[in-house]
């Protein structure tokens, strides 16, 4: 079966501070992978999206960038955190070929808090 | 205005009443996906149409892409339905999904 992991669960940083933030599937080969960022009491609104390994499209930019070093791994990052950086992260996955829209799954999500 | 407008932002419903959430698209769209996301902030998948309609247990969802709405009905509500519902449609680009704003469900007892 398919899992997902994201790391870490919460953060709590200081405006300027880099970030990291980690996401695993397990048990499925080549998906596409995705992050989305939800402000509190707002909808979802995707940020990356990569279909292979070091290939990764920025949907919206929001001074952060991903990277897929691995196929099963996904990582949003950012040197200096801003104040509108504080929100849900959320990784996702799905199968399809390129083009198609698949359904999606997401992890647990990072719970970001930038003070 | 907005590619996907969900409605009712808020509903309220007591145990055992039937209610529909719906998603208006301002262009047609490939396909529609249903999410719950609970208190914690899990989403969960609910339904991937490309067209017509589907059930799964007490949820039922249909997707017109000609007429450009999406549909949820929750049937027999009990309180761990409770969450906010998310529709997410693709427009064409596949590798992109626009989310609606979501629905906010509170079941009472």
């Known amino acids: 079966a398919q899992t997902i992991h994201q790391w870490p669960v919460a953060e709590i940083k200081a405006v300027g501070s880099p970030l990291s933030l980690g996401c695993t599937i397990k048990?499925?080969?080549?998906?596409?992978l995705y992050w989305y960022w939800q402000a509190t009491g707002g909808t979802l609104q995707q940020l990356f999206y990569?279909?292979?390994?070091?290939?990764v499209e920025s949907v919206v930019q929001l001074n952060l960038s991903a990277s897929r070093p691995k196929d099963d791994q996904f990582i949003l990052s950012t040197e200096k955190l801003l104040l509108s950086h504080s929100g849900f992260y959320l990784c996702?996955?799905?199968?399809?070929?390129?083009?198609?829209?698949?359904?999606?799954?997401f992890g647990s999500g990072t719970r970001l808090t930038v003070l | 205005g907005m590619p996907v407008e969900q409605n009712p932002p808020a509903l309220s419903l007591y145990e055992g009443a039937d209610s529909g959430l719906r998603c208006n698209f301002s262009?047609?769209?490939?396909?529609v996906q249903w999410f719950q996301q609970n208190h914690r902030g899990r989403l969960i998948t609910l339904f991937y149409?490309?067209?017509g309609t589907k059930e799964n247990g007490r949820l039922k969802s249909t997707f017109n892409s000609k007429e450009r709405y999406s549909t949820l009905h929750i049937k027999d509500a009990q309180l761990e339905d409770s969450g906010t519902y998310f529709c997410?449609?693709?427009?064409?680009?596949?590798?992109?999904?626009?989310f609606g704003g979501g629905t906010r469900l509170t079941v009472r007892p």
């Open positions: 149409l490309a067209q």
């Open positions: 262009t047609t769209m490939k396909s």
């Open positions: 990569s279909i292979t390994v070091g290939q």
């Open positions: 997410a449609a693709d427009h064409n680009a596949g590798a992109k999904l626009t």
């Open positions: 996702a996955w799905s199968l399809g070929d390129w083009g198609v829209a698949e359904t999606l799954y």
């Open positions: 048990g499925k080969s080549s998906p596409n």
